[in-house]
């Protein structure tokens, strides 16, 4: 049964609205200081049922807030998503729809892709099937950087990513569209775009990258936990 | 300013940036068709909704007007009766009382109508200042800091100030109009357009001035969401002064306290 809400609900609520995406660290540290303003006593175990609370109220409005991992560095990450079906969110106000359309393309490769990234020139060359009206090769690259910048998605070398704001936000909407093409962590079972994949042609597991720097932590010679075959990529550092 | 097409549920339209003018604008006659229903006819309406109907369109009043609170544009009512309530206008009253209540005890903001003829609503922070800042990175913290510097020199200088005093004063800080700043960017246009879009200042011609001339003023958000008390109390540390030594602005920020909220 969820507590009621105060204001350390509150304060906390609308600091996580503002910013979209927040780290695990800056929520554990934004917790206590809503609870020493507000003057209520910090317990910090009980952070999961303090956003428990805030949650139940929230469901009514199609909104949550909820955790995720990156894909990138492994560490956890907080997102206040919004899970209407209507075009009355925060992105369909920042977006025309035409750009809008390109998105869930650009969504559509990444998750059909090998290893989670699409060149710009794949991005521009999809514009092509657009249905609703043709983003030019400028108007595509302003986009781009828009999408970048309200952080959708990640641009590294001229090859783009989903950001973990993107996957925790979207994930539903993922699962729903892509039941066949899913892949999914072998280790965390979260949504797998940028990770490792098994070799092993009737085996074929996917582990992100930084579960499989924890996973093969300090092991000599690692083996796939699924069909236990020599791991033969390059293990990362845990971040 | 771009025109773009927006599409909410099956309806587009084109986002025009009006300012409120007394000269009739599409939004001001949609406006005057929408007459206020009575009780009896929002009682009337209820009836034939579910109670799950009237929470589905209350969600989406909220997260229309939340949408629009985090870029601080002040909300229309033609705009959200024509876009968002739309076949519930007949219980439209109703639907307000329910979302400025969740307003209050879920988010902690406070729904106000600021301009009773247009019909105008913002959001404002229903919450006790925090004596310190978050430990979390706002993007919009440093501009923040700029607008009280603004704020507390317009306040000290009896509510009203002529622009240069805010430039001059802004040079001082290293934060120069002229430039283009590394924090702010366009620090004219942040403060002339920016603050003043989201209703924290105001800035006016001063007629009969060649060249033209402005002087800046408290804006309503300002006035609904600062304390004149922190004000005086954050220029009283800045000159190392007791607040009360101003006791013209100390009366003001006293009474103007128990007024807000």
Known sequence: ?239 | MTHRKRSFGSQSFSQNRRQSSSSGTQEDHEDSMFTQPSTSQVLRGLENLTPAQVDQKTSEVIQYLLVKDQKKIPVRRADLVKHVVKDYRNVYPEIMKRAARTFEQVFGLKLVEIDSKHHTYILINNLEAADRPPPVQCPANPKLGLLFVILGVTFMKGGVVRENVIWNTLKKLRVDSGEKHEEFGDVKRLVTEEFVRQRYLEYVRIPHTEPMEHEFRWGQRADMEVSKAKILEFMGQLHEQDPQSWTQQFREAQSSSSSQR
């Not at chain 1, 998503?81 to 729809?97: G, K, L, P, Q, W």
């Not at chain 1, 990513?161 to 072998?186: F, G, N």
């Not at chain 1, 924890?214 to 020599?230: A, G, I, L, W």
Request: overall charge negative.
């Open chain 1, 1 to 239: 049964m969820a507590r009621q809400m105060g204001d350390s609900h509150r304060r906390f609520l609308q600091t996580m609205m503002i910013n979209g995406i927040t780290d695990e660290h800056s929520v554990k540290a934004l917790y206590q200081y809503c609870c020493e303003v507000n003057k209520t006593p910090h317990v910090p175990d009980k952070l999961d049922e303090f956003i428990d609370t805030i949650n139940s109220k929230l469901q009514a409005m199609f909104m949550q807030i909820r955790k995720g991992m990156s894909e990138v560095d492994g560490h956890q990450y907080y997102v206040l998503v919004n899970m209407a079906e209507t075009n009355i969110t925060r992105m369909s106000s920042d977006y025309a729809d035409n750009e809008l359309e390109l998105f869930r393309k650009i969504v559509d490769l990444t998750v059909c892709s090998e290893n989670g990234k699409v060149s710009s020139t794949d991005i521009l060359n999809i514009t092509d099937t657009m249905t609703t009206k043709k983003l030019k090769k400028s108007e595509t690259e302003h986009l781009l950087s828009r999408l970048v910048q309200d952080k959708w998605l990640c641009e590294e070398r001229g090859e783009y990513t989903l950001s973990a704001r993107c996957i925790i936000e979207m994930e539903p909407y993922i699962r729903t569209m892509y039941q066949d093409h899913l892949k999914v962590c072998h280790i965390c079972h979260s949504l797998a775009f940028q990770c490792q994949i098994c070799e092993n042609p009737t085996c074929g597991i996917k582990i992100h990258n930084p579960c499989v720097a924890r996973y093969f932590k300090r092991r000599t010679e690692p083996r796939c936990p699924s069909c236990d075959d020599f791991w033969p990529h390059e293990i990362p550092e845990v971040r």
